[in-house]
């Protein structure tokens, strides 16, 4: 069965400290990762989509990286606006759905 | 990055009553789109994917008589909630695919719905 785990559930960090959070998935065949961010109230933002490993992408302060096994969001020197719910994804291959992670809530105090 | 909208982004409406939320994709053409609902602080819960000109395909325990799904065009595909009762408040969330040279899912603002 096709599966996503996200970790940690939440994580409280301080302005300008860097972390990373952990995206592991189970796919029978992988088309796609996805990461997106959802603030409260909002539908999900579209971030990365990844497609093989080895795979790097950037967008601001935030870096997505790719295995074969997981997925990682490093975020540098983070703001508190960057503060929001972070979802991983996976697109089986041959599957039109997407399989999500339950999030990670990521805090940014000042 | 591609526009989807919703339509309202809020509704209430009385026990027993059918309420309709459409999702456009503003600045692509959509094959697919896909109907979510969430509960508050939990993840996204597929209902159903949406394929325009052919029947919907709802995932196990979504009722389909409940939750009528259209997709009539590749900008435009819309959810019904058919007598709604108050334990269907919930947000509804569409999202869309973009397909082309890299493959994209977007999603739409949001519907919060309360029944009352």
């Known amino acids: 069965e096709d599966q996503v ?6 994580l409280r960090l301080q302005e300008g400290e860097s972390s990373s959070l952990n995206c592991s998935y189970t796919v029978s ?5 996805f990461w997106y961010r959802q603030d409260p109230g909002k ?23 790719l295995t074969k096994k997981e997925s990682f969001l490093h975020i540098t020197a983070p703001k508190p606006e960057d503060s929001a719910t972070y979802l991983c994804a996976v697109r089986p291959k041959g599957a039109q759905k997407l399989v999500f992670g339950q999030g990670t809530r990521l805090t940014i105090n000042p | 990055g591609a526009v989807v909208s919703q339509h309202p982004s809020w509704v209430i409406c009385k026990s027993g009553t059918s309420v309709k939320i ?3 994709s503003l600045d692509f053409q959509a094959t697919t789109m896909f109907w979510y609902r969430q509960f508050p602080k939990q993840s996204l819960m597929l209902m159903a994917t949406s394929n325009e000109g052919s029947k919907a395909t709802y995932e196990q325990g979504v009722e389909k008589d409940k939750f009528l799904i259209n997709h009539a065009s590749l ?34 603002p949001g519907t919060r719905l309360t029944v009352t």
């Open chain 1, 5 to 10: 785990t996200q970790s940690p559930e939440a």
């Open chain 1, 29 to 33: 065949g992988l088309r796609g990762l």
């Open chain 2, 22 to 24: 459409e999702c456009r």
């Open chain 2, 75 to 108: 900008t435009l595909s819309t959810l019904t909630v058919t007598s709604a009762h108050p334990e269907d408040s919930s947000f509804y969330i569409c999202s869309a695919d973009r397909e082309g040279r890299e493959y994209e899912q977007y999603f739409g």
């Open chain 1, 43 to 65: 539908g999900p933002e579209f971030l990365f989509t990844l497609y093989s490993a080895g795979e790097e992408k950037e967008k601001e302060r935030l870096k997505a990286t």
